[in-house]
Structures are given as C-alpha cells and as structure tokens.
C-alpha cells in the first residue's frame, strides 16, 4: 500500500500490478479463471487465497484488483468490491447485510432503480423501511431508532440537487448502532470522502465520472476489511454481480484523469450557473456552488464545490423544455451524467416518468426542469448553446 502518496499520484498509480513482461499499462486479463501448479495448491488456495492469488473472475481477477485497490485508495477505506454496475453495488451493499426483520431509514429523494430496491425488493424480504426528508435532520431523529440496522442516502439527490449532511447524520446513525450506507455518485470521489465525514459504505456507479467517457456499465462499494470481504464478497461471489476484467480496465483508466476531469467539469458547471442564474428566461438555477442553493454552506464544507451538475427550471412546463432540448445542438438530450458530453435530461419524463405526480412535486420535479450534466467541452461554447435555445422557446 502507498496510501503516503498524494491523490493525484494515486490516481495514476495505486494498485498497478506488473506480469513478468513489466507492461506500463495495465493488462487486462480475460480470463475466467486460474490454473493451479498442484491439487495441493488447489486446496489450498480454496481454503486462503492469498492478496496475489485468484480462484475464479466472479471472486476476483488481478485487473478487477487492480482497479479496487485504486478506488479505495481513494476513498480512503480499507478495500472495495467492483460490481457489474452501480446497482448491483446498492443491491449488494444492502441485500449483503440485511435480513428479515431489519429496520432500515432512507432518504426519499432517490435515484429511480435505488427507490425500487428500497421499496419493492428489501420490503418484498421482510425489511422495514422508513423514508424522510434527507435534508431534515429532525426526521432522521424521529425515524432512527435503538437497533436500526441502517441508513441509506445519495450524498447529493437526484435530479433536485439537495445536499444532505454527511457527518450529522453519520452522529444520528450511530448513536442508534447503524450502518451508514452512502450512495455518492453526485459528489465524486474527488470532492467528497463520505467516509472522512462518518460513512461507514460508500458506494459508486462507475458508469457515471469514474468511468466518464460513456464507455461502460460498473459499480463499487468501499467499506472495511471485515465489510468487504467477510459480508459483500460471499453475497457478491455467489450471486454474480462481479465486474468484468475489461471494465475493471476502462475504470483504471478512467481514474488516471478523474482528478482533472471533475475539477475541469466543475469549473465550468460554476461559470455556467452564474450565467444562468442572471438569466430572466429561467425561473429557477439549482446548483450547491450558488449562495442561493439551501445547503450552500454545506455543500461547500462537504465537497469544497458545487459539483458538476445543475439543474434549472424552464416556465412554461414541459413543452417550452423540449423546445429548448431540441434546439441544443451540442449538449446532448441523454440521461448518463459526469460523461466528458454534456447531457441535458428532463427528469419528469425519462428517469422519473414512473413517479405520481405528487411525488414529483415533492421532489422538486416541476414539468419544466432540466438537469445538466456537464461535459468538457469549451465553457463558452457550452453557455452559447444553452443561450441560443432559450431564444429558441
Ligand atoms: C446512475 C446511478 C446509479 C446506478 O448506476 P448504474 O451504473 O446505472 O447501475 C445509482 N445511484 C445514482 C445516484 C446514480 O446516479
């Protein structure tokens, strides 16, 4: 381990593993499995596999170890299991530790398929599930209670862009004995260590800016030793949501420019908000950066930026939004985020179309907001094409 490097060098470096060959970058070993020398050292490696030793892809592989280490590296816990996509890692990180009976409270503003897995499936096995509101931390009072088991939330909701309080909410979880479970894909490894601020499981969609080129599928959860290995892996290995060698390599090499990525596409988040903030054809900017966002001051103590997304309201409902989306000619209509394009997406009728309508209310999904992701493209490029389709409408 080298966990004494800077963050930008481990980035690049942390986890590298060499064949005999001294490859600069790393291999990828496709391969579903591993010949032993002996039926001894079988045995043996069925018993204990050592930290350079693998048995099977859907346990391990050296790229897929390659790409945990770096990620937990960079996290900050002790290890991490890479999952076949982000939901296999909210699936795996809550399925693993639960069981029948269990008391678990979320946050309500939820990504679509973590509602579901919330909702349908961990009610479905007998999991009691409380919801409240994530940004009241009074709710989180009333609703943790002596032998809940956990606590789930998205450090920054989607699409609203509220910023929940990582550390007082940590305190309120475990005062009562619970596990805080941190969805924190919005946020990014690079300005939020959950964990710093009281997280026990942090879990990521790699497809979104680990990844960052729109390339693939794959997911993550960092926690503890024992977490890792004595409850995700077993849960993990023997239902197969494993990541594949070949994702784990476009992920290590997704984290090389992760860094400069997030910070550049941070930056142009900030100027864009500020231009669209003044701008009398929004009725609304969402962005934690702006001193107008509720949680501004937290979001600045969490994360020391505003991010790489913001989200703004267009009067006149859905259809002055899709006259506006339609008239992007470089921003692209999509629903990936923390990709090097620039997406816009309209929530209320793609990623939360399923919701009733008072619960998109609720969740500050009016019919004209759009949420943007964006992209590395020349910041001016992107404010004149934004400029030239709020003409349009
Ligand atoms: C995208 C996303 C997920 C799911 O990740 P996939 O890689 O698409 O499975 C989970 N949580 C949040 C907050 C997301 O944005």
């Avoid at 503003?109 to 599930?129: D, H, K, M, Q, T």
């Avoid at 004995?177 to 942090?202: C, E, K, W």
């Avoid at 103590?301 to 899709?322: H, N, V, Y």
Wanted: with cysteine.
């Amino acid at each position: 381990m080298t966990r004494d490097w800077n963050r930008r060098t481990q980035l690049v470096h942390e986890g590298s593993r060499r064949s005999q060959y001294g490859e600069m970058a790393e291999a990828i070993f496709l391969t579903q499995g591993f010949a032993y020398d002996s039926a001894e050292q079988a045995e043996a490696r069925f018993l204990q596999a050592g930290a350079d030793e693998f048995i099977y892809a859907r346990y391990g592989n050296p790229t897929t170890r390659m790409f945990e280490e770096r990620i937990a590296a960079i996290e900050g816990t002790e290890d991490a299991f890479a999952t076949a996509s982000g939901m296999a890692a909210v699936n795996g990180a809550l399925m693993s530790m639960l069981r029948a009976g269990d008391h678990v409270v979320s946050s309500r503003a939820l990504f679509g398929s973590c509602l579901y897995i919330l909702e349908e499936v961990l009610e479905r096995f007998g999991v009691r599930v409380s919801f409240v509101d994530g940004t009241d931390l009074d709710q989180w009072r009333a609703a943790v209670v002596p032998g809940t088991k956990a606590v789930f939330f998205e450090s920054i909701s989607n699409p609203a862009l509220e910023v929940i309080d990582i550390a007082s909410v940590s305190d309120i979880a475990h005062a009562a004995g619970a596990l805080v479970v941190v969805d924190n894909v919005f946020a990014t490894p690079i300005f939020s260590r959950a964990v710093d601020q009281g997280a026990d499981v942090v879990v990521y969609s790699t497809t979104k800016h680990i990844d960052g080129q729109g390339r693939a599928l794959g997911g993550v959860i960092c926690g503890t030793v024992p977490f890792i290995r004595k409850v995700v892996e077993p849960y993990m290995k023997h239902t197969g949501g494993s990541m594949s060698p070949f994702t784990a390599w476009i992920m290590l090499n997704g984290m090389v420019t992760l860094d400069l990525r997030c910070r550049a596409m941070a930056g142009s988040a900030a100027k864009i908000a500020t231009v669209l903030a003044g701008d009398s054809r929004l009725s609304r900017v969402i962005f934690p950066g702006l001193p107008s966002h509720p949680q501004h001051a937290l979001a600045l103590r969490q994360m020391g930026s505003g991010g790489t997304l913001l989200a703004f309201d267009i009067p006149g409902g859905k259809e002055a939004a899709f006259r506006f989306l339609n008239a992007l000619k470089i921003i692209r209509i999509s629903n990936n985020l923390g990709d090097a394009r620039t997406i816009a997406t309209h929530p209320a009728t793609t990623t939360h179309q399923r919701l009733a309508e008072d619960r998109k209310a609720r969740l500050g999904i009016t019919p004209g907001l759009v949420r943007l992701s964006v992209g590395l493209e020349d910041t001016d490029d992107l404010i004149a094409d934004l400029d030239r389709a709020l003409d349009v409408i």
